[in-house]
């Protein structure tokens, strides 16, 4: 959902993709007061916002086949070959090539879901993946229905967003997980050596949806668990590298034979410390997820707050490292936060805020600032950008001829004599009776 904000680093060659994202934004815009307005150069391809309902439909998918086949999604029960059918139905529909790569384990047949995006460099795979198979003794919604269904929603972004990414994609949902990393292991071991070295990265998602959740980042490849961490950093969510048990999810089938891997958690059968709610809130004394392998593991027992930052993070992470790894530099970090904020009619000033961190030096002169309100008469509306130290630049001032709805436009500000990192506020004031709207989105791009 989008609550948040997001920090996104784009390489120069997205910069037409981020155009059309964003030429509604620039192309309706009115010349500003005392800045100009950019002149459709924009350097975002922000990842898209993952609906955090549409992550839970697909929970629900997963619990009715569950409970229609016997309470489980197992390996080698019925309920396990339709969550496989339900995905890849999902899939197909949305333009991938899938493959369902079989095998056998402990007497019954298993299946791997492996889903493509046409296009980018075959030489530079980004892969994403889950294990969609539950424990026999439950619904298996946590574990790992989340990961499944966070990769799955990613995946079909990627399909509505059209995303052309430098690397080439690839989604893959493992069998039988939970009798010792089955699928995962198979599918590395009758990959050609030639294939597994395409492989730039994996992205392992295991349990990301915890009820009473911890923010964990696997330490393994610095440059993946970076990606990771930047983005939490970006809510002020804090992290923790993941200790609960390397080499317990797929992650391991990869890191075994030389590729580099990384993922996200948010913790099984351990104990949440005092320290940790201190830090993410929650239960002390309590499991991170105290129906981890049992009957109770369904759809109530789902964070969703949890699910929504880590399903945004996992787009955040196809996209931002998706699109890197080609020779040219990044020409833009877009920094925004697409909460909705009410402007109170004729009254006191709002603002939303976005938090710059892990930049050197000063804010560009030609620093983008990203403006959408909605509004049903803007000229009530006086636009202000704050530097993380209070000075205020205006972007825009009332003008009571101006009927027009909303701001949406893109100014551009020499920033040049403040600290990049910091809180960075839109401020927004309406100055007359009657007409109303909010802060749809403020976005920063230096
Ligand atoms: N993979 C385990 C399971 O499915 C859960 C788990 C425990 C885990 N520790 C982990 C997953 C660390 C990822 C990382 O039962
Ligand atoms: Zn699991
Ligand atoms: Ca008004």
């Given amino acids: 959902?989008?609550?948040?904000?997001?920090?996104?680093?784009?390489?120069?060659?997205?910069?037409?993709?981020?155009?059309?994202?964003?030429?509604?934004l620039v192309a309706t815009a009115a010349p500003a007061a005392t800045a100009a307005p950019a002149t459709g150069t924009a350097a975002s391809a922000a990842a898209p916002d993952i609906p955090v309902a549409n992550v839970k439909a697909h929970l629900n998918q997963l619990q009715s086949i569950a409970t229609a086949n016997g309470g489980n999604r197992a390996h080698?029960?019925?309920?396990?070959?339709?969550?496989?059918?339900?995905?890849?139905?999902k899939l197909d529909a949305a333009g991938f090539t899938t493959t369902v790569q079989q095998f056998t384990s402990s007497g019954a047949t298993g299946y791997n879901l492996i889903?493509?995006?046409?296009?980018?460099?075959?030489?530079?795979?980004?892969?994403?993946?889950?294990?969609?198979?539950?424990?026999?003794?439950?619904?298996?919604?946590?574990?790992?229905?989340?990961?499944?269904?966070?990769?799955?929603?990613?995946?079909?972004?990627?399909?509505?967003?059209?995303?052309?990414?430098?690397?080439?994609?690839?989604?893959?949902?493992w069998g039988a997980e939970e009798l010792g990393i089955v699928g995962s292991k198979y599918?590395?071991?009758?990959?050609?050596?030639?294939?597994?070295?395409?492989?730039?990265?994996?992205?392992?998602?295991?349990?990301?949806?915890s009820p009473n959740p911890?923010?964990?980042?696997?330490?393994?490849?610095?440059?993946?668990?970076?990606?990771?961490?930047?983005y939490f950093a970006g809510l002020n969510v804090p992290t923790e590298i993941e200790t609960e048990g390397d080499g317990r999810s797929d992650h391991a089938s990869f890191k075994n034979v030389g590729i580099k891997v990384g993922g996200l958690f948010t913790g099984a059968g351990r104990t949440k410390t005092a320290a940790q709610v201190q830090k993410w809130g929650g239960t002390s004394g309590q499991a991170f997820d105290r129906c981890y392998h049992s009957s109770c593991d369904t759809t109530a027992n789902i964070n969703d707050t949890a699910l929504d930052r880590n399903s945004d993070a996992i787009a955040h992470a196809i996209w931002t490292l998706g699109a890197g790894g080609s020779t040219e530099p990044p020409s833009g970090d877009t920094y925004e936060n697409t909460a909705d904020?009410?402007?109170?009619?004729?009254?006191?000033?709002?603002t939303s805020t976005v938090n710059v961190t892990?930049?050197?030096?000063?804010?560009?002169?030609?620093?983008?600032?990203?403006?959408?309100?909605?509004?049903?008469?803007?000229?009530d509306l006086v636009v202000d950008l704050l530097a993380p130290d209070g000075t205020a630049y205006r972007l825009k001032s009332a003008s009571s001829g101006d009927?027009?709805?909303?701001?949406?436009?893109?100014?551009?500000?020499?920033?040049?004599?403040?600290?990049?990192?910091?809180?960075?506020?839109?401020?927004?004031?309406?100055?007359?009776?009657?007409?109303?709207?909010?802060?749809?989105?403020f976005r920063l791009t230096f």
């Fill in 403 to 441: 009927s027009a709805d909303n701001v949406q436009t893109t100014y551009t500000v020499d920033a040049s004599s403040e600290a990049a990192n910091g809180a960075w506020k839109l401020r927004v004031q309406d100055t007359a009776a009657q007409d109303t709207g909010y802060i749809n989105a």
């Fill in 115 to 173: 889903a493509d995006w046409p296009g980018g460099d075959p030489n530079q795979v980004l892969f994403a993946g889950a294990h969609l198979d539950s424990v026999t003794s439950g619904p298996g919604i946590n574990d790992n229905g989340s990961g499944s269904a966070g990769i799955l929603e990613t995946a079909l972004a990627v399909s509505r967003a059209q995303f052309k990414p430098t690397k080439h994609l690839r989604f893959g949902w």
């Fill in 1 to 24: 959902m989008s609550q948040t904000d997001r920090r996104i680093r784009i390489p120069r060659r997205t910069a037409a993709v981020a155009a059309l994202a964003l030429a509604g």
């Fill in 358 to 379: 892990g930049r050197t030096g000063n804010a560009p002169a030609a620093l983008k600032v990203g403006v959408d309100i909605v509004h049903t008469y803007r000229g």
């Fill in 76 to 89: 080698g029960r019925a309920g396990y070959k339709a969550s496989i059918d339900y995905v890849k139905g």
């Fill in 341 to 350: 904020v009410t402007i109170p009619d004729n009254g006191t000033a709002v």
């Fill in 214 to 230: 911890g923010y964990f980042v696997y330490d393994d490849d610095p440059a993946l668990e970076k990606v990771f961490k930047d």
């Fill in 187 to 209: 599918y590395v071991n009758n990959l050609p050596a030639a294939e597994r070295s395409k492989i730039s990265g994996y992205l392992n998602f295991d349990m990301i949806g």
